[in-house]
């Protein structure tokens, strides 16, 4: 069953309804680096220096950390969390938004779902970077898509 949209975006929406496809058929470990990478792409995209901001190197690092089942669930939910309190401290749009895609990718190691909605926030970016630019749009779901193949 296709996920839903969580928040409003404009989008590709064919790409993203095969990037759901293949997202069913992912196993959680495997969507957690997944959104990690996109999450750090985006971050590149923004050009905010992940390495420098506390909340997010810890959150990659406990996620990683459960992957390999070296932290708990509960664990991941704390991380993100802050991430989550960071961006709604954020005074800029478009690090807010990079950091709910941080804190979705993060959260993906508590629930398999945040993987599709950090898929989302990263669209969410490029729609403020480029408003109304479906092929900026198309370009990161293709990215997204040929990133989450990598996996099968």
């Known amino acids: 069953m296709p996920t839903k949209v969580k928040i409003k975006i404009e989008d590709n929406n064919e790409l993203r309804m095969k990037i759901d496809e293949l997202y069913e058929n992912t196993n959680q470990v495997d969507l957690a680096k997944w959104s990690l990478l996109m999450a ?5 995209i ?11 190197v810890n959150g990659f690092r406990v996620n990683e950390l459960w992957q390999i089942g070296e932290a708990r669930m509960y ?10 309190k960071a961006a709604r401290e954020s ?7 990079a950091l ?6 993060v ?3 508590h629930m398999r779902e945040h993987a599709m909605v950090a898929s989302d926030y990263a669209i969410k970016i490029i ?3 480029s408003p109304n630019d479906f092929d900026a749009i198309t370009k ?9 193949k990598k996996f099968h």
Do not use: M, P
């Open 40 to 44: 750090k792409h985006i971050l590149d």
């Open 46 to 56: 923004v050009d905010i220096d992940y390495h420098s901001v506390e909340e997010i």
């Open 75 to 84: 664990d991941v939910r704390k991380a993100g969390f802050k991430i989550h």
């Open 91 to 97: 005074d800029s749009e478009i690090k807010k938004t």
């Open 100 to 105: 709910r895609v941080v804190g979705q990718a």
């Open 107 to 109: 959260g993906s190691g």
């Open 127 to 129: 729609n403020l970077i």
């Open 140 to 148: 990161e779901r293709k990215w997204q898509l040929n990133k989450l």
